[in-house]
């Protein structure tokens, strides 16, 4: 903090021996909701931070020819045609301090639980130059969810991204909730990001973690129904900025971000206030890259540190080839396909294990887990596809060879059953599943 202060103070002087310490004074000429058009800023440069009549903070979102745009985040006022913008010189940056760690904040550095600012707060760049590929390694070493299906048919690695994708009330949440209980007494920073959420429904989140010891290792970073879209658009990549602080330590961190469907509309609802060309679904052109260049973020370091994401996207009617998930799709290295039939049928978690995928799979493992759970995948997958094709069949007129493969498959069925907060261990994983497939641990 000390350093960053003594630097800013040198390049106040600095600019001030230099002449260089005047700022441009511009003023607005349209006023859409929270997107204003500004003239008279000739040297701005793109996400620099501006002031609107020394109430509202913005940040530019655009350059014109005769004008820029700017996206308003912070109002404290009436804003009308004719106001002043005063530039500043600086990138719109996020507030960070180690002390927000175990509460539940905004991008301003902001208690929302409290309401109050923390002290010694850190300005953090909203995005950062994207790690080299010479700075990234392997990624092979388990992440445990706690949760059998996954860790042992479509597991995680740290540094991985693994989509969780589904229609609405499926346990997405949940997934993500138990995979943060799980961490507990590992070492793992945890970051949730909850995107334009009810506050209600977050603060449930809040006290659940509490509750359950979490919030320890656990940072929360929010924004609400009654937030700009702006500030929505920017939290997620605050989140990974914060990440990659902590994965220059050594640290390995998990990132959750609840949901990308939301953060896409905020995205298009900024463009489209911006004057943006729209593209397909209304959409801008740029969102695959909006999307991109915050996942590849997710890495194995070379020094040892992590950043694994977990994003989510909402779906509806079942639909994972709409626009929005095929992007992400092809972006991350695997999805959790979350059913709706197998939710309401009692499957718990309702995973759909013949459209889920994780494409690096044994290379997280250990020999252990890797033997077993290729077994247990081929054997369950088998079960569910002849279960899918003779459902409606007497099982008394099956042969003794059908109706036994049809009872190993209802056991590694049952086995896989898991209610939320009830995470298993890998031993126990390894014991449960031994067991019904014969092997030896």
């Known amino acids: 903090m000390s350093t960053y202060i003594e630097n800013l103070v040198n390049a106040k002087l600095k600019n001030m021996k230099s002449l260089s310490n005047t700022y441009e004074i511009g003023h607005v000429r349209k006023v859409k909701d929270y997107i204003l058009e500004v003239s008279g800023l000739e040297s701005v440069g793109f996400y620099e931070r501006v002031t609107v009549s020394d109430h509202s903070v913005g940040y530019v979102t655009g350059i014109g020819k005769n004008y820029v745009t700017v996206a308003i985040l912070q109002q404290n006022g009436n804003i009308y045609v004719g106001d ?7 990138d719109f ?13 905004n991008i301003f550095g902001e208690d929302l639980i409290l309401g109050e600012k923390f002290e010694q707060l850190s300005p953090i760049p909203i995005e950062t130059d994207p790690i080299p590929i010479m700075e990234r390694g392997t990624v092979n070493r388990p992440l445990y969810t706690g949760i059998a299906g996954i860790d042992l048919i479509y597991p995680i ?20 909730l138990d995979t943060i209980m799980n961490q507990k007494n590992r070492n793992v920073i945890c970051i949730y990001v909850a995107v334009d959420k009810p506050k ?24 609400f129904h009654d ?6 658009f920017f939290t997620p990549y605050a989140a990974l900025s914060i990440a990659e602080l902590y994965m220059r330590q050594g640290r390995d961190v998990l990132v959750i971000i609840d949901d990308l469907k939301t953060h896409a509309d905020c995205h298009r609802e900024i463009s489209l206030l911006a004057g943006k060309v729209p593209g397909r679904d209304a959409y801008p052109p740029d969102i695959f890259y909006t999307h991109s260049r915050l996942l590849e973020k997710g890495c194995q370091h070379k020094d040892g540190g992590s950043i694994t994401i977990l994003p989510i996207v909402e779906t509806k009617g079942g639909n994972i080839t709409d626009y929005i998930s095929t992007n992400i799709i092809s972006i991350t290295d695997g999805q959790l396909v979350l059913s709706k039939k197998n ?10 294990y013949g459209l889920s995928v994780s494409r690096l799979g044994g290379a997280v493992q250990d020999p252990q887990m890797k033997k077993l759970g290729a077994k247990v995948r081929r054997e369950f997958l088998s079960y569910l596809e002849s279960k899918e094709v003779y459902q409606l069949a007497n099982m008394e007129e099956m042969s003794a060879e059908m109706r036994a493969r049809f009872a190993e498959g209802k056991k590694l069925e ?10 298993r261990s890998r031993e126990e994983i390894l014991d449960m599943f031994s067991e019904v497939m014969g092997e030896s641990v």
């Open 343 to 352: 939710f309401e049928a009692g499957q718990k978690p309702a995973i759909n």
């Open 93 to 105: 940056c996020a507030m960070y301090s180690s002390l927000c760690m175990g509460h539940m904040i």
């Open 84 to 90: 002043e913008v005063v530039s500043t010189g600086y």
């Open 414 to 423: 049952d086995r896989l059953m898991q209610y939320k907060y009830s995470p």
């Open 157 to 176: 690695g740290f540094g991985q991204r693994q989509l969780i994708i589904g229609d609405k009330k499926t346990g997405k949440t949940q997934i993500a």
């Open 227 to 232: 937030d700009a879209p702006p500030v929505s």
């Open 200 to 223: 209600k429904l977050v603060k449930e989140l809040y006290n659940d973690l509490m509750r359950k010891g979490a919030m320890e290792y656990t940072l929360i970073l929010a924004t």
